[in-house]
């Protein structure tokens, strides 16, 4: 093998490589949110509506309800219970959010599986 032959090989697994890391980079926010990655393939969008939050999941599995605990940092630690609402939707009320705070979601699947997102909230 030549040397312009063993280029050519490695230039073109790096472009193989280079376009799969990018069809498995993260999903952007589609509800005006901010995104977390949970294990595997797993995403959750936390969303403001007022003094209300709203959890978009998205998974095979359907979300069943779970847990929103703001972290006391500059504000009091404070937990709300997050209901079905809508295909992989789970809402909450009774929250404010502000710039900075830190936040973990706790989700319960129909399959049994539980997951843990973490939300720092930038808006």
Same mark, same amino acid.
């Given at each position: 093998?030549s040397?312009?032959?063993?280029l050519?090989?490695v230039?073109a697994a790096s472009?193989?490589?280079l376009?799969d890391?990018h ?6 926010p589609k ?8 294990d595997?393939d ?8 007022g %003094?209300s939050v =709203?959890l978009?999941?998205? +998974?095979e599995d359907k979300?069943l309800?779970g847990?929103?605990?703001? $972290? /006391? &940092?500059?504000?009091p %630690?404070q937990q =709300?219970?997050?209901?079905? +609402?809508g295909?992989n939707t789970?809402?909450?009320g009774?929250?404010? $959010? /502000? &710039?900075g705070d830190?936040l ?6 129909a ?6 997102f973490?939300?720092t909230?930038w808006?």
């Amino acid at each position: 093998m030549s040397a312009r032959e063993f280029l050519l090989i490695v230039a073109a697994a790096s472009v193989f490589a280079l376009g799969d890391a990018h069809a498995q980079a993260d999903p952007k926010p589609k509800h005006g949110g901010v995104m977390s990655r949970g294990d595997q393939d797993i995403y959750a969008e936390l969303v403001a509506k007022g %003094e209300s939050v =709203v959890l978009y999941v998205e +998974a095979e599995d359907k979300a069943l309800g779970g847990t929103l605990r703001r $972290l /006391a &940092r500059r504000a009091p %630690e404070q937990q =709300v219970a997050l209901a079905p +609402a809508g295909e992989n939707t789970l809402a909450g009320g009774a929250l404010t $959010l /502000a &710039r900075g705070d830190q936040l973990r979601a706790h989700v319960r699947f129909a399959s049994g599986r539980e997951q843990t997102f973490a939300f720092t909230w930038w808006q």
